[in-house]
């Protein structure tokens, strides 16, 4: 199958600052940490204030938005859902992508060993790894037309939850089998109680 070769999007850099953070009353406020694995991680919110928030218009989050790791874990992405539409970001480069690529499937293809490749060709720093929003703007992404990537991500996402779904039966019953063990096994303490 040939692809055409389109640039990427228009990264949108930011600066922000940190003595505006606040309670959790503020506006949600993103960081490469919450950044894992295909999916924005709730866990760890950092909030700011409303003032703060609106003085940093560039990195307002939209519905569609790629969020990608800047420094550290660089190459680290995910879409902005409706419930992080409004947000706010901090060392995340966010892609706005034009017309003819879907955000989804940027992700996937992202953590695919073409996207992991390209990636690290523009991948600096030999102590903390750091990609650039400029080197970003210029990536070239092979994709299919539209159609065929919604398809394709639609079907990378259903095989992402039912591994998440599996991954937690299997936590869930490490856990059963734990428990179990615990009461089969007792401590040598227990016994003699």
């Known amino acids: 199958m040939s692809c055409p070769s389109y640039p990427l999007a228009h990264p949108r850099p930011f600066?922000?600052?940190?003595?505006?953070?606040?309670?959790?009353?503020?506006?949600?406020?993103?960081?490469?940490?919450?950044?894992?694995?295909?999916?924005?991680?709730?866990?760890?919110?950092i909030y700011i204030t409303n003032e703060f928030h609106n003085r940093q218009r560039k990195s307002h989050l939209k519905t569609g938005d790629i969020l990608m790791?800047?420094?550290?874990?660089?190459?680290?992405?995910?879409?902005?859902?409706?419930?992080?539409?409004?947000?706010?970001?901090?060392?995340?480069?966010?892609?706005?992508?034009?017309?003819?690529?879907s955000s989804e499937f940027f992700a996937h293809y992202s953590y695919s060993p073409i996207?992991?490749?390209?990636?690290?060709?523009?991948?600096?720093?030999?102590?903390?790894?750091?990609?650039?929003a400029s080197e970003l703007k210029t990536l070239p992404?092979?994709?299919p037309d539209f159609a065929e990537?919604?398809?394709?991500?639609?079907?990378?996402?259903?095989?992402?939850?039912l591994i998440t779904a599996e991954t937690q039966k299997h936590e869930a019953l490490k856990t059963h089998k734990k428990?179990?063990?615990?009461?089969?096994?007792?401590?040598?303490?227990?016994v003699e109680a």
């Open 179 to 190: 428990g179990l063990m615990q009461q089969l096994f007792p401590s040598p303490e227990e």
């Open 115 to 132: 996207g992991e490749l390209a990636i690290f060709q523009i991948t600096t720093g030999k102590t903390i790894k750091h990609i650039l």
């Open 15 to 45: 600066f922000n600052y940190s003595w505006y953070y606040t309670t959790s009353d503020g506006v949600r406020y993103l960081q490469g940490r919450n950044i894992k694995q295909g999916r924005i991680e709730a866990d760890n919110l």
């Open 69 to 101: 790791v800047q420094s550290g874990h660089v190459g680290e992405c995910a879409v902005v859902g409706p419930d992080f539409a409004g947000t706010n970001c901090h060392a995340l480069v966010i892609l706005t992508p034009k017309r003819k690529l």
């Open 141 to 143: 992404v092979l994709v």
């Open 149 to 161: 990537q919604q398809r394709i991500a639609t079907c990378l996402s259903s095989l992402d939850a």
